[in-house]
């Protein structure tokens, strides 16, 4: 009698392990199968003939491009940040109407990308646009900048910056909320501490704010860094002459119709990723154990 | 902070958020006459004459429908399939005792880190061959946008089912009912506000997509909304057709995105802070 209830409960386990594995599986599987084809194809295309991996890095164009993009990377994550700090500090305290604000400053984030590239190309647009309009003086209530309209796409400078601008302003909301966040993880007595002695807005700020914030801030590090090594759709709308390392790797595989070397630049495109990631988190350890002294 | 300086540091920031979307919708609804100055005096930053006439000529425009409809099939077929793969792997990870259940989330979830733009030549190169295709372009592109969200839909589904209570699912299997059917007619339907955020989340994801849908359908005639957008761009046409497209596609985003607030933040934020 006992025998079979014990069969009997083995045989409902297995049952049970089953069915979770049974839901369980399809999707990992999925994800799993997309992962080995990505890796299949980066490592057969850039290891295949004449290894692209290498003779990439003879052409021109993708030194020029890793160049621009690894620019386009150190400039915009700290601006992220920085822009990313400022709207969390300012939506931090509750006053009358935080909620709107808050709302309004998650509003870039529901604009598309491609949207808001096309805007920006809009705005900016040589040689009669809104910006050029209003440096040329042509309102009454703006100084006049430039003496010619200037053609924003047809300078690296300009074009790249743009596109940077374009960045920063749809994925400031991201940077707020996670630096959002660790604001509200800091408690609130140590600010009273520090008022009650007399520190000013800055003092609190560089002395409490920043050292408790930094695993906020090392967060937006990273994960922006990569966000903006990878950025595509903002450089190639706005700044399609000057392409960033994804500009290219379109371009080689839809112009030069060559996937062997789309494919090498795609792979040093992961490894790039890799290593920043690798640095920012090493970077942000050292300055926190600096800050907070542990 | 002296309140003064940061109620005008507020006021600076939303009007830079809010002016390039008015900038939009101003283009959208301005006659020919106020984009087309010939440089004689500035673009107005406000119409002349405002008209719907884009919206009217857009209305009937065959191969902006199309367009339209080819998103939204894409859009639900990635729903269906996300929800199907997803929901019961969110379910098996929220109600069992399985190991490294956090660091399996955080996996999934940096999936997404992985650059798109590396992951998408690959994926078109097999997506070209033989037994995908002979599929149709919108499929392959549907179970592209899967890949993307898939991650995502696992991750909001799985808090889902983490706020229901266990008890209501042992109280009726104590009275008969097998895994499945409690899952069916007991889990689903309390879960189901929070997996319609979860649908809308994955929509949402598809309807904006450009990297996948550019690749995959770049040397198809179909076009999903933002790959005619851009289809649209090379042809240089006038500021208010662009900005009325621009327009409609942000049109939906805009609604959802303050629909499922409240899951994007937790999603957007997973992991932040320790």
């Known amino acids: 009698m006992l025998k079979k209830i014990k069969k009997y409960s083995t045989w409902e386990k297995l049952k049970d392990n089953l069915f979770i594995i049974g839901i369980t599986v399809p999707s990992f599987l999925y994800l799993f199968a997309f ?20 003779s990439v890095f003879s052409e021109g164009e993708f030194r020029k491009a890793l160049f621009r993009t690894f620019w386009f990377m150190l ?14 500090l ?24 491609l949207v808001t590239a096309v805007i920006l190309n809009l705005l900016f647009s040589y040689p009669f646009g809104h ?3 209003l440096f040329l003086g042509k309102h009454f209530f703006f100084p006049k900048i430039f003496t010619a309209p200037l053609n924003f796409s047809g300078s690296e400078f300009f074009s790249i910056s743009l596109a940077m601008l374009g960045k920063v302003w749809r994925d400031m909301p991201i940077a707020m909320l996670i630096i959002l966040a660790g604001l509200q993880t800091i408690e609130k007595e140590g600010y009273e501490a520090a008022q009650i002695m007399g520190a000013s807005f800055w003092q609190r700020f560089k002395y409490i704010t920043l050292p408790l914030l930094t695993p906020a801030i090392s967060t937006v590090l990273i994960l922006r860094s990569i966000e903006n090594w990878k950025e595509f759709i903002f450089p190639f709308i706005v700044a399609p002459a000057y392409p960033l390392l994804g500009v ?18 795609a792979l040093w495109l992961v490894i790039f990723i890799g290593a920043s990631v690798f640095l920012f988190t090493f970077l942000t350890k050292a300055v926190r154990t600096y800050l907070v002294k542990v | 902070m002296g309140s003064l300086v940061k109620i005008i540091l507020i006021g600076i920031i939303i009007f830079f958020i809010i002016f390039p979307i008015f900038i939009l919708f101003k283009y959208s609804i301005s006659d020919k ?22 919206f009217e000529s857009l209305s009937v425009r065959g191969d902006f429908l199309y367009s339209g409809m080819v998103s939204l099939e894409v859009g639900l077929l990635t729903v269906i399939f996300c929800l199907f793969l997803g929901v019961p792997t969110a379910y098996a990870l929220a109600r069992f005792k399985i190991p490294g259940v956090g660091v399996l989330l955080f996996f999934l979830l940096s999936i997404r880190l992985f650059p798109d733009i590396s992951a998408v030549i690959p994926v078109a190169e097999q997506f070209f061959k033989p037994p995908f295709s002979y599929l149709p372009p919108l499929v392959l592109v549907a179970l592209a946008h899967t890949l993307l969200s898939l991650p995502y839909t696992i991750y909001i589904a799985e808090g889902v089912f983490e706020s229901i209570p266990k008890d209501l699912e042992e109280q009726s299997q104590v009275l008969g009912a097998s895994r499945a059917y409690s899952f069916l007619r007991i889990l689903t339907p309390l879960a189901l506000p929070g997996l319609g955020a979860a649908a809308i989340y994955t929509f949402l994801l598809s309807w904006n997509e450009f990297v996948f849908a550019y690749f995959l359908l770049f040397q198809g005639t179909e076009s999903t909304l933002p790959v005619y ?34 899951y994007m933040r937790t999603g957007l934020t997973a992991g932040a802070v320790k």
Not at chain 1, 42 to 51: D, I, M, N, V, Y
Not at chain 1, 90 to 103: A, T
Not at chain 2, 36 to 52: D, I, L, Q, R, S
């Open chain 1, 131 to 133: 910006i050029n309009d």
């Open chain 2, 229 to 262: 957008l851009l289809r649209i761009l090379t042809w240089s046409p006038q500021k208010n057709f662009i900005a009325a497209i621009s327009l409609l596609i942000c049109i939906p985003v805009i609604i959802f995105t303050f629909a499922v607030q409240r």
């Open chain 1, 248 to 265: 290219l790797i379109e371009r080689l595989y839809h112009v030069e119709q060559n996937p062997q070397l789309a494919c090498a630049c």
């Open chain 2, 33 to 54: 006459d106020s984009v087309v100055t010939g440089g004689k005096y500035p673009e107005p930053f406000w119409p002349f004459n405002p008209n719907f006439k884009m």
């Open chain 1, 90 to 113: 300012l939506v931090y305290e509750s006053f009358k109407g935080v909620g709107l604000v808050r709302s309004l400053f998650l509003v870039p984030i529901a604009i598309p990308a």
């Open chain 1, 75 to 88: 400039v915009g994550t700290p601006l992220q940040l920085v822009v990313g700090i400022i709207l969390a």
């Open chain 1, 35 to 54: 992962l080995v084809i990505v890796l299949f194809y980066l490592f057969k295309f850039s290891f295949g003939e004449g290894l692209p991996i290498l």
